[in-house]
């Protein structure tokens, strides 16, 4: 297939669009405080393994590398600039590769106005590496598969490898190429061919230390995440499948998903004859597919199936570029742009009497307060801290900066601290427990400790938020 990229450069005002908003976030990021899976992650780059219980190892390693002279919010949040960033590079790049340089300039614009990209930019979770290397691996098979580009099948492989070190989903990518594949008259053959088997084994080598981890801990995280996604009993849920219409129509920014179908319909009778479509549809598709199906018989959180959009979106660009549509791109990103000074400054553009209805920001404010207060008035030098979940825990950690912070295995969210507790020497003394909440009854505590001491309540109120922790000293 001829490449349609010629020796030009993205436009002036695109590129000035992007470096604004990477800006932006830069500016911002460290305003709000850290958000409790972001202390989780950088808990996990102070103690560094082949992999973790909840998830494999790239985001700790990530971390590790933007706190080598910092751990300050900004330093944690360079990860997710620097991740989203490169996301959206690759994917303006696939579409001027795939469909031309003003493809290209399309695609960056949906790709900033893409809201789970944006979410990625501010706030570091597994997603920021993950949506990354996806969009890489998507690149290289393109290259590779679509315009036969050899070398390209072998980078993908080692580029995929890493995408499974940052979330076990990116497996997925592979039955949307099988699909591909067999049903492309033209690069059939490559399904015969040692090439894709070569590179799935570079896919393997890479991901090992994942394996390695899960055989030495009874395969743990695979069981997990397995039983986090699916579900034991095939039961039809309405509302957990409506929800997920909802939000992966939503999510997506409904200026970018809808004319994806709407595209995909009008040119149903192409897609089979060209490559370029039948590969960006397989993989969008399939991944759509996969999780709506699983989303009839369990919640399917909205940000799993946002891989699916990389491929989306540079159909959706290439289709728009062909056509000469200029509204759909252009009121995706009003729409964002609208959205953004609103989630960034609340206090400055949500009215007084309306900012305690603002949703979630309490995960972000008033969090830093709770754990000084908690450690000036009740933490003793001796004493060893403990909390009710990971959450809670990670927070601790990173605020009260007493060394490392504990959760019984026990304890529903113990997640990975309950492969942390070799260095507790039973019976415990001296500990100071901290929890969102005032339940101590479910017997768990009684366990290892014979006395309870309710301590106080911090608090923490603002126009957005009403946050309490609450403080026991435990003892035998």
Known sequence: MEKLVKRTHIDFKVALLFVAIVIGHLAFNSKLQIHFDE??????????????FDHPPMIAYLIKLTTLFSDSVFCIRLVSVICGSITAIFIYKSAKYTFGQKAGNIAMILALAWPILEGTFF????????????????????????FDEKKFVYIGGIVLGLTLLSKYIGILILPGVLIYL???????????????????????????????????????????QFNHGTAENKQF???????????????ANPFISIPIFVFAYKKRKQIIKDDRYLFLLSNFLFIGLFFGYNAVFKKQEANWAAPA???????????????????????????????????????????????????QIDMFTGQKQLYDA?????????????????????????????????????????????????????PLTNTLYVCNSDDTSNGILQKYFKKIEPLGVEEYHDNFVNNKLYVFRLSN
Not at 182 to 207: C, E
Not at 317 to 334: D, E, F, L, P, Y
């Open 123 to 146: 706030v570091t979770t597994i997603d920021s590496p993950f949506l990354m290397f996806w969009s890489i691996t998507v690149y290289c098979l393109i290259r590779g598969l679509v």
């Open 182 to 224: 067999a049903l492309s008259a033209k690069h059939r053959i490559k399904l015969v061919q040692k090439d894709i088997y070569l590179s799935l084994l570079l896919v393997i080598v890479i991901f090992s230390p994942v394996i390695i981890w899960n055989a030495e801990h009874g395969w743990a995280s695979f069981v997990f």
């Open 309 to 359: 959009y990389i491929a989306g979106i540079i159909f959706l660009a290439g289709c728009i570029a062909q056509t000469n549509i200029k509204w759909i791109h252009r009121v995706a990103i009003s729409l964002i742009l609208i959205l953004f000074p609103l989630i960034k400054m609340p206090e400055v553009f949500v009215p007084v009497k309306y900012q305690n209805k603002v949703p």
């Open 39 to 52: 202390a989780y992650y950088w808990v996990w780059s102070k103690n560094l393994q082949l992999s973790y």
């Open 374 to 426: 908690a450690k000036k008035d009740y933490w003793h030098n001796d004493e060893i801290v403990m909390s009710c979940n990971y959450k809670i825990a990670s927070r601790a950690w990173y605020y009260m900066n007493v060394g490392r912070v504990y959760v019984l295995p026990e304890f529903n969210g113990s997640n990975t601290y309950k492969f942390w507790n070799s260095s507790l020497h039973l």
């Open 237 to 251: 849920h309405l509302q957990s499948f409506g929800d997920y219409i909802a939000g992966f129509l939503g999510a």
